[in-house]
Structure formats: C-alpha cells, structure tokens
C-alpha cells in the first residue's frame, strides 16, 4: 500500500471517530500502524489474538470509545467465537479493518491465500456482518465514515476488506 | 472455600466499580448477591477478561474487576499475554477455580485439576503479582486488599465445587437490557455520553 493511502486511510478512521484501535498485524495495511502509533489522539492496543483483539475493543466501546479492530482476514475465522458474543449477542459497534487476502481483488493472491480470501465473505454474511469490500481510494474517507455510522446504528461490527490497490 | 463465601464478602465492597462476569454458575450467584449497575454479563465463557481490560483502558480511573472461572481463562490463554504486557493498574481480576466444568452437570474435570497451575502461568506471561488463595481468611485480606492497589491483580481463589448456583433464582435480565443499564451509569457517572448510543 502507498503511504498517501495509509495516510488517508488512517486520517479517515480519524475523521469518523475511530480513537482505540486493536490489532494484529498483517502484511498489506501494515503501514497504519505507525501512524496510530504516533497519534496522540488514538489508542493502539496489541493483542495476542483476534478473538481476543475484539473483545478488547467491545469494552473499550462499552467504556465510551469507538473502536476499529485491525486484522488479516485469517482473524476473522479465528474470532468468529468473539464477534458473535460481544459484537451480536451483546450488540457492540466495531470497526473491522480488514486485509483482505485472497479475495478476486488481492493483488497479491496466491495458492497460500485464495482459499481463505474465498471463505471470508460467506462468513462474515453467516454472522450477519455487514461489509464493503474497498478496492480503490476514491471516496475513502466518505465509505469509512458510512461505515461508522452504520455499526454505531445497527449496533453491530462492520467490516471494511482492504484489497485493490490497498494490497499492491 | 467456596466461591459464594468469597461473593459475599466481595458484594460488601461494591461501591462504584465496574464488574464484569462471565458464564458460569458465578454469574448466577453474583446477580443474586448485587444488583449494582455497574455490573456487566458477558454470556458467554472466555471473553470477560478481554471486556474488562478494554473498560479499563478506557476509563482508567474507575477500578474494573472480572469475575471469571478457570475453565474461561483455559478458554483464552492468549489474555495472560496481553494482561502481562498491558498491566493496566486499574483492574483486578478473580478467578474461580474449582477444577471442574461445573454446567456440564457431571462436572467434568479442567486442566487445573491436574498439572496446570494458572498463576504460574500467568506470571509466565508477565502478570508478576498473580498470585493463588486457598482459605477465606486469606481471601478476607489479601483478596479484599486488591481492590485498593494500584496495579493489576490476578488472583487465583482455589475453592471446592459448589453447587450454590443451581439452588438459587437465575437471573432473568436480558443480556443486552444489562448492557444498556450499564451504559446508562456509565454514562450518569462519567457525565458523558457514550458515542454509540448516537443520536435518537
């Protein structure tokens, strides 16, 4: 990913609300990591796993913040247990920021990532997790921003899968 | 000791804050012995210690405490190591442990049961003042003391099966009604609103 992109990207979690973010690291949006880092008006949390990444952020949410979850697609299946708890059974807003691996638009696919790009959709829809998948950086800020909006009202995780340009 | 005896001595201490519990028959024995509004369900094992440390990070001047069993932490291993690097000072966390998965109705024994030791574990991870308590008494000093310090806690209350839980009313608060009574006080207690919430 460019770093205009991780820039944007970042400034348009910012610009939404987004001030406690949760992650693992992964390959292609990594570069945000930095940039919450050493922004003094986000919170970066390291967590051990995925599923517990989301549970951090659920009581952050809880606690009065809004809350992104940063992963590879791989956390999804290793939070499903999670997301369903605390984000559908409880009803915590979290933004799921998401490299998407794998997917047709992953730039970087290959016979390591296809088939878990290939399941990720039919399991976020079998959680009732709504997504968008983001290919290009137009609109960026407006599409994370509806985002927002939309978990907070649904009071529900959102997923955002990152591929395109975003995992050149 | 049973977990019920260290309950109540618990209950007495609530004033405002925040507890978080998990499934098993604890939950059962807490919501009968406080109805505080600052209590929060998680309903389900293995998520109440990741809940309670993000409340923590986020409201670090209110005191959270976890109210968890040691088949959920067997559940979630991977939160010793993030508590051990975190080491948020405003959360104390008790484990339960007697050894068995008590809703499985045979109580069917847990790793600690065995070999497993959690408080070595956790001090494996980083949480260098976990410790274990074996005797109420001990529980009434050490136990209790927690919740004045300023550190994070990890305390391993070793206590023997006890079937309280079945003989007592079940809670009949819905798990996302309970969320918003805690929103509510959190949100008359830290005079502000909590950003999900949003506009009506």
Redesign the interface.
């Known amino acids: 990913m460019r770093d205009e992109l991780a820039k944007r990207l970042v400034q348009g979690l910012k610009n939404a609300?987004i001030n406690?973010v949760?992650y693992l690291p992964e390959t292609r949006l990594s570069q945000i990591l930095p940039l919450i880092q050493d922004d003094p008006n986000m919170?970066l949390?390291?967590?051990?796993?995925e599923?517990?990444a989301?549970?951090?952020?659920?009581?952050?949410?809880?606690?009065?913040?809004?809350?992104a979850v940063y992963m590879e697609n791989t956390g999804i299946y290793v939070s499903c247990?999670?997301l369903l708890?605390?984000g559908k059974?409880?009803?915590?807003?979290l933004l799921l920021v998401i490299g998407f691996l794998g997917g047709v638009p992953d730039q970087r696919n290959s016979f390591l990532y296809a088939t878990i790009g290939h399941h990720t959709i039919p399991v976020l829809q079998g959680l009732g997790i709504e997504y968008v998948v983001i290919e290009d950086a137009e609109k960026l800020e407006t599409r994370i921003n509806d985002a927002v909006?939309a978990?907070?009202?649904l009071?529900s995780p959102m997923a955002l899968l990152f591929a395109g340009e975003f995992s050149v | 000791m049973i977990r019920h005896e260290c309950l109540e001595l618990l209950a007495a201490k609530m004033t405002d804050q925040l507890v978080v519990t998990s499934q098993s028959g604890q939950r059962i024995e807490w919501s009968h012995l406080s109805n505080h509004e600052g209590n929060l369900l998680v309903g389900m094992m293995g998520c109440a210690i990741g809940v309670g440390m993000g409340l923590a990070l986020a409201l670090p001047h209110r005191k959270v405490i976890v109210l968890d069993s040691d088949g959920s932490v067997l559940l979630s291993l991977f939160n010793l190591a993030t508590l051990g690097n975190l080491q948020p000072k405003n959360l104390v966390i008790y484990i339960f442990d007697n050894g068995v998965y008590s809703g499985s109705r045979i109580s069917y024994p847990t790793a600690t049961s065995g070999n497993t030791d959690l408080e070595a574990m956790a001090k494996g991870a980083g949480v260098t003042t976990a410790t274990t308590i074996r005797e109420l008494d001990d529980f009434k000093n050490r136990g209790l003391e927690a919740l004045e310090r300023n550190e994070v806690s990890f305390i391993v209350c070793k206590v023997e099966e006890s079937l309280i839980h079945r003989e007592i009313q079940r809670p009949t608060t819905d798990l996302v009604e309970n969320k918003y009574r805690f929103v509510r006080y959190l949100e008359g207690t830290e005079g502000k609103i909590i950003p999900f919430i949003g506009r009506g």
């Open positions: 609300g406690f949760t919170e949390i390291a967590a051990a796993s599923q517990e989301v549970t951090i952020a659920a009581g952050a949410t809880l606690g009065g913040k809004q809350a247990y999670s708890v605390v059974q409880l009803g915590v807003p909006r978990m907070n009202a009071r």
